[in-house]
């Protein structure tokens, strides 16, 4: 799973940046593509009832939860409008590269802020991890050399 992820993530990023799109329209694509998907599992999760946005509930938090969920959309689609704007105007090593920080802060967050175990498993995909971002920098740093 994670070697197909890795590679559809690759390609979709690369037609991406090489494409040019504007970044709302492709967003609003994106959405559209996912809409039926969305809906389906809404409807799913409707029917088994379980769903609280249509829950007949008409407490405080309740309302709350209904708030929430609908501003998921926009508290969503802000942030990946501004990545989809910046990914067309930055080179796509450097994505590639900035790819591995978010990982690291998640792990770093879990294992210094919410105290969860930090294992040798852990320790070894971390090394690879980064030994792999060593790599990337040496050979950008290289082609610098060369290129000057």
Known sequence: IALVLAFTFGIYGAVKKRGGYPAVPTIAVEGI???PFAIVALVAVAIAGQSVFFSPDMS???????????LTGPITAVPLILFATAANKTPLSLIGFIQYISPTISLLSGVLVLGEPFTSAHAVCFACIWAGAVLVIADAIRKQVRQR
């Open 60 to 70: 405080l938090g309740a309302w709350q939860t209904r708030v929430l969920l609908v």
């Open 33 to 35: 593509v996912a809409l």
